[in-house]
């Protein structure tokens, strides 16, 4: 059973960096056909799909976030990790890191999410 955890601070004050880490269990991050996603939903909003690095290591980003975002990941601790720079009040969100099977195409196994406020 593969399980994600995502950690990061909870509040942000504007203008900062949000680093984010989601820790994966269960199955490994370079396992081929699976690619690895960051998704938040704001208040009242629908899922907002953010950025997601691939099992050979490629990164694909939201173009309307990509200009202040970052996907990386660390293959020896089976981690992966997002980096959004000069948050404002409109990044608070609930961020998910989740496991995209690209063979199906579908998001088959999600963290639980964390919540991040943006505010000073």
């Known amino acids: 059973q593969v399980q994600l955890q995502e950690s990061g601070p909870g509040l942000v004050k504007p203008s900062q960096t949000l680093s984010l880490t989601c820790t994966v269990s269960g199955g490994s991050i370079t396992a081929s056909y699976y690619a690895w996603s960051w998704i938040r939903q704001s208040p009242g909003q629908g899922l907002e799909w953010m950025a997601r690095?691939?099992?050979?290591?490629?990164?694909y980003y939201n173009p309307s976030l990509k200009s202040r975002t970052s996907i990386s990941r660390d293959t020896s601790k089976n981690q992966f990790s997002l980096q959004l720079n000069s948050v404002t009040p409109e990044d608070t969100a609930v961020y998910y890191c989740a496991r995209d099977d690209r063979l199906h195409l579908k998001y088959d196994y999600w963290g639980q999410g964390t919540q991040v406020t943006v505010s000073s």
């Open positions: 690095i691939t099992y050979g290591g490629n990164t």
